[in-house]
């Protein structure tokens, strides 16, 4: 079996539950056939508890694949597919009040970490009815984008972020379950590809 990893993200400002949590917990429910152990976590609002997380994930775990899904409040009606992860420009403060020493994830670090996964394909190739998926670049230098640099550096690459809108009427926990389920399963797709 082949251990993927998927994480959301806890409470935070004015969202009390947090839909990037509820879709991964909807996405374990519903499961991605018998070959993948799916495994969930849910990380803190937090840079250096998120960074520590994710650190323990690639080097104990060592997963294909980790997916890390994000929510993003402007997004009223998107799935956005990030591409990559940036190490510099965290300024603003966490849930705990703190930023990063030297505003980066990784002192060293390259400037950005393009995913292995070819974000670019897979919004070509995929559709979800009733909700529109768009391509970014720029995962907007907070937790997400931190939690998102670190695993693409500390897992070769091999991890993805998806934003998804907060929740409402219309974008329920199980909506967004079934859509990651669509996407992640063609992002598997690409990594068998890749392996071959």
Known sequence: KHLSFFSGFGP????????SWEAVKELSKRGLGENIDLRIMQLPVVYQKAKEQVCKIWTTLQPLLTVHVGLASSATALIILEQCGKNKGYQERDACGFHPEGACCVLDGPEKIESTINMK?????????????????????????????????????????IHVPPLSESVTAEFLG???????????????EQRE
């Open 12 to 19: 935070f400002r004015q969202y009390l539950v947090n839909s």
């Open 121 to 161: 394909t897979l919004w070509k190739n995929i559709s979800v009815e009733g909700i529109d998926i768009i391509l970014s670049r720029d995962a907007g230098r907070y937790i997400c984008d931190y939690t998102y640099y670190t695993s693409l550096y500390y897992g070769n690459g091999r991890a993805a972020f």
């Open 178 to 192: 079934k859509a990651l389920q669509t996407i992640i399963l063609a992002m598997l797709e690409q990594c068998g």
